[in-house]
């Protein structure tokens, strides 16, 4: 549909986590062209071009506690599978689709979609890309998520290392497209608050071990009792018994419950990550997501060195961007300083440059969108040709053959789950939960015996 139509474009965004549904909806907001879009829906403000959600079932669906903390609103939302999300589109017309997944989930969307639209002129542009930092399996990630009509990198540096990925293996590397994440904002830091308030932005996966994560709990309630005039929080991404885009094992609210006697001036504290920002004085992580956020706001911001400068914590990824520094060193009152060099190639955009951010991947949309007889057909790298034995087995997780076409009993999707398949779901999935945070913990510990 060409930008020029008052008609407002229709979306589809579809992820399989609360924060990858927000980093989609968000994405959407900022990348259709056209004066209808309102940029930055991150007060929880509608946009004005239609927007309907599909949350892709599975062990990291989002409850309604969760969807309610990202607060962006679509005009519907519900859960799917794959297959019926594939039919859904085959009957649907829309615009723009965004895949907000991890890369195995994108890759059988993009052939499942191949082949729902074969013969179709009148497919949307697909969109794709990262949640946030990308740190691990970056070859991998790639390429799953090559067939999309627009990879997005989210900084300078994660374009030029996404082109020559694709550049590498002989893909088509022009579907790259640099851009932000579309979850920075918020009021620029301009001094102390009273209290003076420390944050520590936890993640689910990252350190993964009982020892690690005690240590930065212990760490976080130390600081707090040394500095008794700060208010120091511990940011949780969920709630015991939800799951986020990572599996949490091991909670820091379960580890805290064994603390005893809490210092005053410390909180535990769920919400939206910006509205905390907005009374932050200092935001420590290990190598979270909220660091990028923090630094656009230009809040001191710490990445922890204490377990070691890692890939496996991610925080190798802020070499030089003069924020790694050790719970010694805040404890003795250190106050870091980004390089600005460093955060210009990071997509930080801390000088003002955020609000033209995404106009490359808009412009590229609405040509896209005006191309004379309709977009071409999707052509992922991944083929039963290049990958014969690897893509079978990402296509069969989501029931769908080696072609893209769903697999004999996959699951209904002409009719919505009747009250026993609806019970089933919820205790199978409450099943899995329980055995990730309770029952695997225990089995470690013994088989450590």
């Known amino acids: 549909m060409p930008p020029s139509t008052t008609k407002p474009p229709r979306i589809a965004v579809l992820a399989d986590s609360d924060t990858r ?37 599975g062990r990291a669906t989002p409850t309604p506690r969760q969807l309610a903390e990202v607060g ?27 895949l907000s997944l991890v890369g195995g989930g994108t890759q059988a969307m993009l052939h499942g979609l191949a082949r729902a639209f074969e ?27 090559h067939g ?25 590397s022009s579907t790259v497209t640099e851009v932000a994440l579309p979850f920075l904002g918020g009021t620029p830091y301009t001094g102390e608050h009273d209290p003076y308030t420390v944050v520590f932005a936890a993640q689910p996966s990252v350190p993964d071990s009982r020892t690690d994560r005690t240590y930065l709990l212990d760490r976080l309630i130390r600081h707090a009792r040394l500095h008794p005039e700060r208010e120091v929080l511990l940011k949780l991404r969920s709630k015991p018994g939800e799951h986020t885009t990572h599996i949490e094992e091991l909670p820091y609210q379960k580890l805290a419950q064994r603390h005893g006697e809490l210092p005053p001036n410390f909180r535990l ?62 404890d003795a009152g250190h106050r870091p300083e980004a390089d600005e060099a460093w955060t210009a190639r990071q997509g930080v955009c801390a000088d003002g440059t955020y609000a033209t951010a995404f106009d490359a991947a808009r412009e590229r949309i609405a040509k896209l969108l005006a191309t004379p007889g309709g977009l071409p057909p999707i052509t992922p790298y991944y083929t039963p040709v290049t990958a ?42 409450g099943a899995y939960r329980h055995g990730v945070q309770r029952v695997a913990p225990v089995i470690r510990r013994m088989g450590e015996l």
Not at 416 to 429: C, L, S, T, Y
């Open 21 to 57: 549904w927000k980093w989609g909806a968000l994405t959407a907001g900022r990348i259709v062209p056209g004066p209808t879009m309102e940029a930055g829906p991150l007060d929880g403000t509608q946009v004005t071009a239609a927007l309907d959600g599909f949350l892709l079932r």
């Open 72 to 98: 962006v609103r679509a005009d519907s939302l519900r859960e799917v599978t794959a297959v019926e999300f594939l039919r859904t589109m085959e009957r649907e017309r829309y615009d723009v689709l965004v």
């Open 119 to 145: 013969g179709r002129a009148d497919r949307p542009v697909i969109v794709t890309g990262y949640v946030g930092v990308v740190y691990e399996k970056l070859a991998d990630g790639l390429l799953l998520r």
């Open 148 to 172: 999309a009509d627009l990879v997005l990198a989210n900084s300078r540096q994660d374009a030029d290392r996404f082109r020559a990925v694709y550049d590498g293996v002989g893909a088509d």
């Open 269 to 330: 504290v769920y919400g939206n990550m910006g509205e905390v920002l907005d009374r932050t004085d200092l935001l420590v992580t290990v190598s979270s997501t909220a660091a990028l956020e923090s630094l656009h706001r230009r809040i001191p911001t710490v990445v922890l060195t204490d377990l070691g400068i890692r890939e496996t914590l991610g925080n190798h990824h802020f070499t030089g961007s003069g924020c790694l520094a050790s719970w010694e060193q805040l």
């Open 388 to 429: 014969p034995g690897y893509l079978p087995g990402i296509l069969a997780r989501h029931h769908l053959g080696p072609d893209g076409t769903p697999l004999p009993g996959a699951p209904a999707h002409d009719r919505d789950p009747g009250p026993v398949r609806q019970i089933v779901r919820r205790a199978a999935r």
